[in-house]
């Protein structure tokens, strides 16, 4: 006959054998929430940019004070590409004459303009480092849901690295800015987007960019908006083609497909006689990585292609029919005229500049969530203008 146990007994058995195989928490185990180890994990990918320039009337002046007159402006930026490849909004760099990048350690680099879309507000700086930045990990928006928790990091107020925190607000907000400046399809959150977070990644708690903040919204609190990340890299790989920046066309025209489930690109025309077509691509192929780099997107396809020189060979996998494949895609080979589809778009969309070329013309979005400050009063008024903000005077109403 066996001893009755009492379960309370076998309860503080169970607790006590559980403890003793898995370690009591820690007081730190406990505070290092999802949201924690997101934001730990994606912040060395956050840079923040602080711009210069002259105003207009000074710059064709023989005889002015750069003290005076200098304009500062700030914003945030992410790490597409290790190499020093960085996207912004275009608004944050427009008409600027001295970029400078700070990375989360600290050091500064000066940062040069690459090419810019003013339409949809994108724009990629580069900066040349020692050593390989640390790219931020991609998510997708095509499954967010409402009430999601997301976090922002930037360089609100010149605050840098600011984390701040919310939820998904709602979807597929389209603003009008004004006559020359709209969004469509935006993210919104009431994580605090503030002045200096322009170009910075809003993020999830896996730590994966779903957006990148572009506005806020003027006299309202906890209101923010933010490109889908989804729409931001079929920007993005325009903005990056090897074509346009190395005049080297590879023949692929592609499809993003992204769902919770899986990232994939998708060839869906060759180019005859190009690159890709004379290393046996074929259309329906699904490209996996190029030159050892993973290839979920366009913009993946496009930066692991990007800077490598003539004549050069590299691996391509693909999967085709159930099963991987390896060819060898020799850069810069076949006909001069196999455009690449991805490079083809209306000229008043996308703007491509030369790497060290800093002259830039756009209307800024006076709700843009940049932040520019003058030394003389009347510029400054245009300043707080251009964030969507004006001071005026209350009425005997308001002052009751």
């Given at each position: 006959m066996f001893p009755l146990v009492k379960p309370n007994a076998v309860l503080a058995v169970v607790i006590c054998l559980s403890?003793?195989?898995?370690?009591?928490?820690?007081?730190g185990d406990v505070r290092e929430t999802p949201l924690v180890r997101a934001v730990q994990q994606s912040r060395k990918s956050v840079v923040n940019i602080h711009t210069e320039r002259m105003s207009a009337d000074?710059?064709?002046?023989?005889?002015?004070?750069?003290?005076?007159?200098?304009?500062?402006?700030?914003?945030?930026?992410?790490?597409?590409?290790?190499?020093?490849?960085?996207v912004t909004n275009y608004h944050v760099i427009q008409d600027v004459d001295v970029i400078t990048v700070t990375l989360d350690g600290g050091s500064s680099y000066e940062g040069r303009p690459v090419s810019y879309d003013r339409k949809h507000d994108l724009a990629i700086v580069k900066v040349d480092t020692p050593e390989g930045l640390t790219v931020m990990k991609m998510g997708t928006s095509s499954d967010l849901m409402l009430a999601e928790t997301v976090y922002a990091v930037g360089n609100a107020f010149g605050y840098e690295h600011t984390v701040t925190s919310g939820i998904v607000s709602q979807l597929h907000r389209d603003v009008e800015v004004d006559e020359t400046q709209s969004y469509e399809n935006l993210i919104q959150t009431d994580a605090s987007i503030n002045p200096g977070n322009s170009g910075g990644p809003l993020i999830n708690l896996h730590g994966e960019v779903i957006g990148i903040n572009v506005a806020i919204r003027s006299g309202a609190?906890?209101?923010?908006?933010?490109?889908?990340?989804?729409?931001?890299?079929r920007t993005i790989a325009r903005l990056m083609s090897v074509e346009r920046l190395n005049g080297i066309p590879h023949g692929l025209g592609t499809k993003d497909v992204k769902s919770p489930e899986e990232k994939k690109l998708v060839v869906e025309q060759v180019a005859s006689e190009s690159a890709a077509d004379l290393c046996g691509i074929r259309t329906g192929d699904i490209i996996r990585s190029v030159r050892g780099i993973q290839v979920q997107d366009g913009t993946d396809l496009e930066r692991s292609l990007l800077d490598l020189p003539r004549g050069k060979?590299?691996?391509?996998?693909?999967?085709?029919?159930g099963r991987e494949e390896t060819l060898q895609l020799t850069v810069g080979v076949g006909k001069s005229n196999a455009t690449s589809v991805a490079a083809v778009s209306k000229q008043s969309d996308v703007h491509v500049q030369v790497v060290g070329n800093s002259k830039r013309t756009a209307e800024v979005p006076v709700m843009a969530s940049s932040i520019v400050s003058?030394?003389?009063?009347?510029?400054?008024?245009?300043?707080?203008?251009?964030?969507?903000?004006?001071?005026?005077k209350l009425n005997e109403a308001e002052r009751q």
């Amino acid at each position: 006959m066996f001893p009755l146990v009492k379960p309370n007994a076998v309860l503080a058995v169970v607790i006590c054998l559980s403890m003793a195989h898995c370690g009591v928490l820690s007081a730190g185990d406990v505070r290092e929430t999802p949201l924690v180890r997101a934001v730990q994990q994606s912040r060395k990918s956050v840079v923040n940019i602080h711009t210069e320039r002259m105003s207009a009337d000074e710059k064709d002046s023989k005889f002015f004070s750069s003290k005076s007159r200098k304009v500062t402006g700030m914003g945030t930026g992410v790490v597409i590409d290790e190499r020093g490849y960085i996207v912004t909004n275009y608004h944050v760099i427009q008409d600027v004459d001295v970029i400078t990048v700070t990375l989360d350690g600290g050091s500064s680099y000066e940062g040069r303009p690459v090419s810019y879309d003013r339409k949809h507000d994108l724009a990629i700086v580069k900066v040349d480092t020692p050593e390989g930045l640390t790219v931020m990990k991609m998510g997708t928006s095509s499954d967010l849901m409402l009430a999601e928790t997301v976090y922002a990091v930037g360089n609100a107020f010149g605050y840098e690295h600011t984390v701040t925190s919310g939820i998904v607000s709602q979807l597929h907000r389209d603003v009008e800015v004004d006559e020359t400046q709209s969004y469509e399809n935006l993210i919104q959150t009431d994580a605090s987007i503030n002045p200096g977070n322009s170009g910075g990644p809003l993020i999830n708690l896996h730590g994966e960019v779903i957006g990148i903040n572009v506005a806020i919204r003027s006299g309202a609190q906890r209101i923010g908006f933010a490109i889908p990340i989804d729409d931001a890299r079929r920007t993005i790989a325009r903005l990056m083609s090897v074509e346009r920046l190395n005049g080297i066309p590879h023949g692929l025209g592609t499809k993003d497909v992204k769902s919770p489930e899986e990232k994939k690109l998708v060839v869906e025309q060759v180019a005859s006689e190009s690159a890709a077509d004379l290393c046996g691509i074929r259309t329906g192929d699904i490209i996996r990585s190029v030159r050892g780099i993973q290839v979920q997107d366009g913009t993946d396809l496009e930066r692991s292609l990007l800077d490598l020189p003539r004549g050069k060979v590299v691996d391509v996998i693909v999967m085709r029919e159930g099963r991987e494949e390896t060819l060898q895609l020799t850069v810069g080979v076949g006909k001069s005229n196999a455009t690449s589809v991805a490079a083809v778009s209306k000229q008043s969309d996308v703007h491509v500049q030369v790497v060290g070329n800093s002259k830039r013309t756009a209307e800024v979005p006076v709700m843009a969530s940049s932040i520019v400050s003058e030394t003389e009063q009347s510029v400054m008024n245009r300043a707080w203008d251009l964030l969507g903000l004006r001071l005026e005077k209350l009425n005997e109403a308001e002052r009751q």
